[in-house]
Nanobody
Framework: QVQLVESGGGLVQAGGSLRLSCGAS????????MGWFRQAAGKEREFVAT????????DYADSVKGRFTISRDNAANTIYLQMNSLKPEDTAVYYC?????????????????WGRGTQVTVSS
């Protein structure tokens, strides 16, 4: 059983930056593909970014390409999401998730374990 805890959310002005972290425990982190998803009020949860177990493969939603960067530190059992040039439409609860199969995936159904989320609010 993998436990995930997100941190780093908050309130930021448009154009600003935030760095989210997600710490993992209870599993073999270095064998696990990871992803970030987000859910805005009244909307469905959507894919943001994903990274393979080695960190060698990443993928991003079109809406965040060039602004967000996903990374991982397997020694620290942690993934990160660096978010730059934030926009009001990035406002959402951000969740990290684990894919035990190890590869990077944009598909929400691939992820078996989820954190509780961290709120990101971008003011205009």
């Amino acid at each position: 059983q993998v436990q995930l805890v997100e941190s780093g959310g908050g309130l930021v002005q448009a154009g600003g930056s935030l760095r989210l972290s997600c710490g993992a425990s209870g599993g073999t982190f270095s064998s696990t593909g990871m992803g970030w998803f987000r859910q805005a009020a009244g909307k469905e949860r959507e894919f943001v970014a994903t990274i393979s177990r080695s960190g060698g493969a990443t993928d991003y939603a079109d809406s965040v390409k060039g602004r967000f960067t996903i990374s991982r530190d397997n020694a620290a059992n942690t993934i990160y999401l660096q978010m730059n040039s934030l926009k009001p439409e990035d406002t959402a609860v951000y969740y990290c998730a684990a894919n035990p199969l190890g590869f990077a995936s944009t598909l929400i159904g691939r992820y078996n374990f989820w954190g509780r989320g961290t709120q990101v609010t971008v003011s205009s």
